[in-house]
């Protein structure tokens, strides 16, 4: 049991606001919103940042459920499930960390967009949202980007990613998100 109280300790002390790991389902989409918007209520923060942390989770979240590979027949059970964080940090930063596992040819595409979207500053984010959003280009999933680009605008920092290989066919994606205040 001391285990259990170690880890409750690093949460705490990482300010870590809320936790979750396991399979990401739309039941579980509206609860994790519930509750981040009362704990944003509590907050004593500027409803601009509220919103701005609300909202970029909203799409970390619908990322996480609408890219899982689960028409793949090759894909296990664990590779179903997903992990998200969010924490704020002592000096009022947001972070809204997120983890999935990612079939190695997505892992190419998704670092070159990643890669595509970090070069570019607030006025290029902009135009290149419309032109995503106007040239009709939609992924099989439904967004053609769209989520990170609007991510990326509103979150006013780089999007910081990795790509950890597991095996041939898969690598685990994390992805931290850090909102400017």
Same mark, same amino acid.
């Given at each position: 049991?001391?285990?259990?109280?170690?880890?409750?300790?690093?949460?705490?002390?990482?300010?870590?606001?809320?936790?979750?790991?396991?399979?990401?389902?739309?039941?579980?989409?509206?609860?994790?919103?519930?509750?981040?918007?009362? !704990?944003?209520?509590?907050?004593?923060?500027?409803?601009?940042?509220? !919103?701005?942390?609300?909202?970029?989770?909203?799409?970390?979240?619908?990322?996480?459920?609408?890219?899982?590979?689960?028409?793949?027949?090759?894909?296990?059970?664990?590779? !179903?499930?997903?992990?998200?964080?969010?924490?704020? =940090?002592?000096?009022?930063?947001?972070?809204?960390?997120?983890?999935?596992?990612?079939?190695?040819?997505?892992?190419?595409?998704?670092?070159?967009?990643?890669?595509?979207?970090?070069?570019?500053?607030?006025?290029?984010? !902009?135009?290149?949202?419309?032109?995503?959003?106007?040239?009709?280009?939609?992924?099989?999933?439904?967004?053609?980007?769209?989520?990170?680009?609007?991510?990326?605008?509103?979150?006013?920092?780089?999007?910081?990613?990795?790509?950890?290989?597991?095996?041939?066919?898969? =690598?685990?994606?994390?992805?931290?998100?850090?909102?400017?205040?």
């Amino acid at each position: 049991m001391d285990s259990i109280h170690d880890f409750y300790e690093k949460m705490e002390s990482g300010n870590i606001m809320l936790s979750f790991k396991g399979e990401v389902t739309s039941n579980l989409l509206t609860s994790v919103l519930q509750i981040m918007e009362t !704990k944003m209520e509590n907050l004593s923060e500027p409803p601009k940042i509220k !919103k701005k942390v609300y909202n970029i989770l909203v799409e970390c979240l619908q990322n996480l459920y609408h890219h899982m590979d689960e028409d793949d027949p090759d894909t296990i059970v664990n590779e !179903k499930s997903a992990l998200f964080m969010i924490k704020k =940090s002592d000096e009022g930063e947001y972070s809204i960390m997120t983890g999935n596992y990612i079939g190695v040819e997505n892992a190419e595409i998704m670092k070159s967009r990643l890669d595509k979207i970090n070069e570019m500053d607030r006025d290029q984010l !902009k135009t290149y949202y419309k032109e995503v959003l106007n040239n009709g280009e939609m992924s099989a999933k439904g967004g053609g980007g769209l989520g990170m680009i609007d991510i990326a605008r509103k979150s006013g920092k780089k999007l910081e990613y990795n790509f950890d290989p597991i095996d041939d066919k898969v =690598s685990f994606f994390s992805l931290n998100i850090k909102i400017a205040q």
